[in-house]
């Protein structure tokens, strides 16, 4: 399938009824979810990894071009699960439990007939059993977030398992994906009446940057022609693809999170070829260049990795002869990461990048690329941040095959789609409790055409960051900072601030965002 082309080959008429009497025909659906990565990461949203599975997804089902994430882990998924804004159910910041009128995705789709399995990240921190908080009948948790190797820390169905030592053969998206494939096996044996929910949640491509050899080989010449290379190649390819319209921007070369190792600590701890700024590629010296280019090639071969597990799953949907009625989502929590920091088992400069006992980041340089052609990176709530891919593909259901979706949407409003689809109706009350109104939207009006989602705006705060967007206007400050204004029709890569020009509307909008800041604050302290 080419990647600069989506033709959608005839459709056979699909179902794109959202209310399905027959419980046999009301569809499973599998939930995926990448850990930063970038937008423009993989083949069918214009990058150079090779994903020829989330491809055939895109090319047999639908891409939306706006959907928006929060900019972090946590947030991100808390919405997914949720169904709320991360700041109305306490998980940003995070620290406490979830109010107790909040649900979470299987207490929705569990009385509609569904079995509902997780494999993977967890990371909603306000209800940290898996199966006993959140309602999933089976579950594998990778609680290590620093070993792609050998986790001290994974459960499964919230039961301790023990760690597991460096010549066991592990490497998490490899196990995700084989606890999937298990759950969904022992579905097909025990449940195979009843439809299913996977919950399918990747740690990749999270730093540290821990790749098997064989998947960093296909890419070790990738990317020597450095980041302003591929950023231009990324922003052409999704142009006449139709994903994006905007300029591409120049490197925010100063801008790195504030929690990053100093360029001292950096070049003491790593090695004289980190680059700890997103400057031009020509600045950098020999060394730096190939150290890069091989650190992007880890990225990639994190992402080609997890897009050949992706297929092993979805090999096992079609193996229990549930292909047609499946609806797939695939999403990425947030922008690629600039973050250089060392945790773990700390950095071994001895050892090959990439191997066990390595702690690498990926840094701003290589994010600036995956983020293409948008601005920033993972925590900041300008698009680089918040901009995710959003493929979904029914082959019952969809018949706009390869086509793409400009509706804006949001991760709060996955769960409204879901419970549509399964045709559940959830209880108006929930631990005695009456839930506030969800801020999320069914996405079936847009899937059944190009009709835009009706929704108000839509909200976000992240480590200080604050950003509304009310179509076509987005509001935007990092920390500290004045409000800017952004005609997203034309600007979605945010180079022309309009705000002096009006004013009026930037005080309107602020004033909408400070409300429903104090809203859903409020609320997070009901229950």
Known sequence: MSRREFIGAAAAAGVAATQVPDRRRRPNMVVIVADDMGYSDPGC????????????????????????????????????????YAQQVRMDPPGEPLPKWARVMPHYLRPAGYRCYHSGKWHLMGAPRVVAD????????????????????????????????????????????????GFLREHQEQHGDEPFC???????????????????DRYRATYLRGWDVMRTARWRRMRSMGLV????????????????????????LVGEGEAPYAVPWTELNRKQQ????????????????????????????????????????????NGASAEQMIRGDEHDKSKAPGSRGTFLCLGPGWSSAANTPFRLHKSWVHEGGISSPLIMHWPRGIADRGELRHSPCHFVDILPTLTDLAGATPEPTWNGLTPPAPPGRSLMPAVRSHAAVARGPLYFHHEGHRALRDEPWKLVSVKGGPWELYDLRTDRSEQHDLSAKHPDRVAAMATLWQAMEDTHRAQARTG
Request: glycine share 6%; proline share 7%.
């Open 198 to 216: 996977l919950y399918l949640a990747f740690t990749s491509p999270h730093f540290p940057l821990h790749a098997l050899q064989e998947d960093i």
């Open 245 to 268: 319209n905007c300029e591409l921007p120049k490197l925010d070369r100063n801008v790195i999170p504030s929690w990053n190792r100093t360029p001292r600590e950096l070049s003491e």
């Open 290 to 333: 190939e150290f890069q280019a091989l650190k992007m090639a880890i990225h990639a071969a994190m992402v080609d990795r997890m897009d050949q597990e992706i297929g092993r799953v979805l090999d096992q949907v079609r193996a229990m002869g549930a292909w047609d009625d499946t609806v797939t989502f695939f999403v990425s929590d």
């Open 134 to 181: 959140g309602g999933f009948h089976r579950s594998y948790v990778l609680h290590d977030h620093d070993r792609f190797f050998d986790p001290k820390n994974h459960m499964l169905d919230d039961r301790p398992l023990r760690p597991v030592g460096p010549d066991e053969g592990y490497y998490a998206p490899i196990a995700i994906a084989d606890h999937a494939v």
């Open 45 to 84: 949203y214009g990058g150079d990894v090779r994903t020829p599975n989330l491809d055939a997804l895109a090319g047999g089902g639908l891409r939306f071009t706006q959907c928006c994430s929060t900019a972090r882990c946590w947030p991100s998924r808390s919405c997914l699960l949720t169904g709320y």
